[in-house]
């Protein structure tokens, strides 16, 4: 599976951005996705996925009722819809994707084979 996000760039704090990824080769059906971010010289951080087997959505408790994952099987496509952005959202972001990724893993980035080469996030004023 091939990976490509998009829809970054820079926003003001409270603005909304709507991130997307592609993917080809292989259809994500039967995957676990999820979205990731790292700033420089830190760790990548979860931020939200979806479960590959009960399509259950899990987000990060820092962005718990602003941000919202989404997948379409039909198109190949994971979304990650950010609002009310703030300055610490502020990363690059990955989205990422695996076919034995189970619940209890769903946040840990070594548990993903596929990963994209990720969409820069800036928010500033």
């Known amino acids: 599976v091939q990976l490509q996000a998009s829809g970054g760039g820079l926003v003001q704090p409270g603005g909304s951005l709507r991130l997307s990824c592609a993917a080809s080769g292989r259809t994500l059906r039967g995957h676990a996705v999820a979205w990731f971010r790292q700033v420089p010289g830190m760790e990548r951080n979860f931020v939200a996925a979806i479960d590959r087997n009960n399509g259950g959505v899990y987000h990060a408790d820092s962005v718990k009722g602003r941000f919202t994952i989404s997948r379409d099987n039909a198109r190949n496509m994971v979304y990650l819809q950010m609002n009310s952005l703030r300055p610490e959202d502020a990363a690059v972001y990955y989205c990422?994707?695996?076919?034995?990724?189970?619940?209890?893993?769903?946040?840990?980035?070594?548990?993903?084979?596929?990963w994209g080469l990720g969409t820069q996030v800036t928010v500033s004023s």
């Open positions: 990422a994707a695996g076919s034995s990724v189970i619940t209890s893993n769903l946040a840990s980035p070594t548990a993903y084979a596929y």
